[in-house]
Nanobody, 116 residues
Framework: QVQLVESGGGLVQSGGSLRLSCAAS????????MAWFRQAPGKDREFVAR????????HYSDSVKDRFTISRDFAKNTVYLQANSLKPEDTAVYYC?????????WGQGTQVTVSS
């Protein structure tokens, strides 16, 4: 069994920062990559950032690549998202995703709200 738990969301003013965490537990030793997605009210789920667990190589969506940083602790199967210069359009529920040979897993999400 694999479980993902996100944390670190909250309410911040425009231009502020948040650091999101995703802790994976269970049989996660074969994890290949982890990622962050987000979903705003009335919109589809959107890719934010992805990282290869073995190398730490990141990939970002164009909307966040100059403001967000994804990182990981390979040994702990934990991923982080440092979100800087936040904008109201970043407001969404942020979901953690883990991909491994046996399938793909999702957390329950953490709310990020950016006020103007």
């Amino acid at each position: 069994q694999v479980q993902l738990v996100e944390s670190g969301g909250g309410l911040v003013q425009s231009g502020g920062s948040l650091r999101l965490s995703c802790a994976a537990s269970g049989r996660t030793f074969s994890a290949y990559r982890m990622a962050w997605f987000r979903q705003a009210p009335g919109k589809d789920r959107e890719f934010v950032a992805r990282i290869l667990m073995s190398t730490g190589w990141p990939h970002y969506s164009d909307s966040v690549k100059d403001r967000f940083t994804i990182s990981r602790d390979f040994a702990k199967n934990t991923v982080y998202l440092q979100a800087n210069s936040l904008k109201p359009e970043d407001t969404a529920v942020y979901y953690c995703n883990l991909e491994m040979g046996s399938g793909s897993y999702w957390g329950q999400g953490t709310q990020v709200t950016v006020s103007s």
